[in-house]
């Protein structure tokens, strides 16, 4: 794998730990100039385009504990393919996640398994998202980690 490859696998594995830390805004950030594309129960896409709505997404869904700030989780990001263009510019990504959740109520356990696809773009600051697509595979007990249902 180039370097670019190494840079874009860090981007997919800094948005686990922006969630995991409870860095809402952060994860947002990721996506100043991209869209995330949400699968929903029915199987119909949903963009979410732009820093400021993606931030409003992960704030109305997401759990944040006040012992830590954080949703008590872990992504555990898998089998990572990372492709680059020949122009060094253009890239695309596909991963695999499993988010594990441990509360005062629920004991450590898989809550939900995805598979995100990813596309990126190299400008002068660097590469970053232009769109992740995550679709839903395997589902548990999100009820100590989403606010309100996807």
């Not at 594995?13 to 969630?19: G, P, Q, S, V």
């Not at 992504?75 to 890239?91: E, I, Q, R």
């Not at 990813?118 to 839903?136: L, M, N, Y």
Request: hydrophobic share 40%; with cysteine.
């Amino acid at each position: 794998m180039n370097c670019s490859g190494c840079e874009i696998k860090k981007l997919i594995y800094r948005y686990a730990d922006h969630i995991d830390r409870g860095e809402l805004a952060a994860v947002a950030a990721l996506f100043a100039r991209g869209k995330i594309i949400a699968i929903d129960g029915d199987g119909n896409d949903q963009d979410i385009i732009g820093e400021a709505a993606i931030h409003v997404m992960y704030s109305a869904f997401t759990r944040l504990y006040p012992d830590s700030g954080t949703p008590h989780t872990l992504h555990m990001t898998s089998n990572v393919m990372v492709d680059v263009d020949d122009s060094g510019t253009v890239a695309s990504a596909q991963s695999y996640a499993m988010v594990f959740q441990s509360v005062d109520t629920l004991p450590l356990q898989p809550i939900i398994g995805v598979r995100y696809y990813d596309a990126f773009e190299k400008t002068a600051d660097g590469w970053h998202f232009v769109q992740r697509k995550i679709e839903p595979l395997l589902s548990g007990d999100l009820s100590q980690h989403l606010l309100q249902a996807p």
